[in-house]
């Protein structure tokens, strides 16, 4: 089995290796992508023998083709839809978010309950009611979700994702979600960052 | 030299006593606190002996004291103020997110140049020019920034807020920022967590 922290890493790889490639070298050694994204030269080595033999011993790597191997284990060499579920701050600076866009997330459906919101567009998209989401994501066949509702909300918008067909779930609302087993649900605290942060700054008595 | 992951799942463990000391339990066993964190027991005793010795062999831990003892490892005993630059659609929902003010992260001062906002109170503060960013940021001593701002600003506030005095920053702008050493930069990229939705239901063929 996988651990998931070498899949979170394939992410950082794919970043720096773009890095590399916009910057018109041809190849790359293990220490370089290391030293880049502050990682030994053995993790690297490691990680990446999870996924397929890359690269020759003492030759380093072929940036473009471990890139594009990188981005098709992924499956981000296609288009992925998203439906959005709350059209609130977080929801529209998610909406806007060009590095979603980049990576071929493209957000196709955005639900609401709020009257204000509901019809109105937003990025050419109208926004729809939360009561119709299982019926629009199942026409779309939409698979992946993101929920930035109120935790209160939460939970039942989970269920009318995964009753249309969703099967993974980015979840913002800090509320645990109980889901049927083979739904994956990522969840994001941005407070964890900011505790990071204060972690290292008390280390060094500063805070 | 302590691994970031090591610091990364303290705010974990401390988010599962949390909960465990809301339930009315006094103690926990390291199994079960790998088994809400998803780990395994050896790498949940590995991770805290970093920090200190907690609990008896074959007693656990008391979940109030290790509690208390992370949250002061992390500096998180007392209120810590932030300033916040960019109060666009992603810097109002961090300034509406309960989850920092849970924490002890008052943001403080908020900065914009954009005229229709400068002036303007949202939650209690008025949002000032970033021009004034540095002499606001030292005379309220505040270590702790978070950009919020299109990437093409981001630099150039990042080195305002630094200037003022910061130590410690949370960006969201998708660039890399130059700091001088100290200073700390944690940076967010959210496509990554669907990155990660992406691989593994590609892998189930899902996607
Ligand atoms: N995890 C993090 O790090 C983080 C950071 C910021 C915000 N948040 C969370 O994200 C969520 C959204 O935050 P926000 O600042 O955008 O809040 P907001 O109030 O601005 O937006 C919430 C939106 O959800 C809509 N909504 C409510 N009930 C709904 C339902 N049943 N179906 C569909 N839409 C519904 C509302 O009409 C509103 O448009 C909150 O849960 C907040 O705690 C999390
Ligand atoms: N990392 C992630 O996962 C993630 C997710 C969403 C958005 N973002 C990023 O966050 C940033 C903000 O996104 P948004 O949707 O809120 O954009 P936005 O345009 O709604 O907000 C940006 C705000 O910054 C202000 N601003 C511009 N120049 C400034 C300056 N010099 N000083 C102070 N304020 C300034 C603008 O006036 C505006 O209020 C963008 O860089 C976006 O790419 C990142």
Known sequence: KIPKRSVER????????????????TTVSSSELAERAGLNPAQVRKDLVYFG???????????????????????????????????????????????????GFI??????????????????????????????IKDKKIKVGIISTPSSAAQSIANKLIEGGIKGILNFA???LKVPSGIIVVNVAL????EMLSYYLSKRKIL
Chains 1, 2 share one sequence.
């Open 191 to 194: 407070c964890e960052k900011l």
């Open 174 to 176: 800090p509320i645990e």
């Open 107 to 136: 957000i196709e459906s955005i639900f609401d309950n709020d009257p204000e919101k509901v019809g109105k567009m937003k990025n050419g998209i109208k926004i729809r009611n939360e009561k119709n989401s299982s019926s629009e």
């Open 53 to 103: 033999q890359f690269g020759t011993p003492g030759m380093g790597y072929q940036v473009s083709t471990l890139h594009r191997a990188i981005t098709r284990i992924m499956g981000l060499h296609k288009k992925i839809p998203v439906a959005l579920a709350g059209a609130g701050n977080l929801g529209q600076a998610l909406l806007s978010y060009q590095g979603f866009k980049d990576r």
């Open 10 to 25: 394939l992410s950082i790889y794919k970043r720096i290796l773009k890095v590399i490639m916009d910057a018109g070298f």
